[in-house]
């Protein structure tokens, strides 16, 4: 049997911020005709943030846009657009998911340092 082990992290703030702007300099680069240079960029800090800013730890982050949403979902925090509130899908991310990832003896381990900020809405309304 694996052994559960709770853990919880404190991310400075400054950190978090970073990243939440990188993911907004990314959104609206998406709106853009001509967006493979930025993106590039966008990749290379990402890569940093990864591997070159910390001895053993990493911050990434991931857009929930699009995925199923259901109140038992621990990594998002949601705001229900509409009155339906079954078969919910994200519509709108705010701030994306910020994983925090170290290693322990010769594993990696990755925890939510910042849940998701969405929008949901229910699939059937656009049917």
Known sequence: MQEIKKVTVKV???YLDLVNQIFEIEK???NIKE?????RNINKINGLL?????KDVGLT????IGEDY?????????TIA???VENLEIIEVIKPIIFYSYKENENTFKIIAQPAVVIVQSKNINQ
Do not use: V, W
């Open 82 to 84: 509409g009155t339906e």
């Open 12 to 14: 400075p703030q400054a």
């Open 61 to 64: 982050y991931h857009n929930p």
């Open 50 to 54: 990864e591997d070159g800013f910390f």
């Open 28 to 30: 609206k680069a998406t």
């Open 35 to 39: 967006d493979n240079s930025i993106q």
């Open 70 to 78: 259901a109140d038992t979902r621990t990594d998002c925090e949601a």
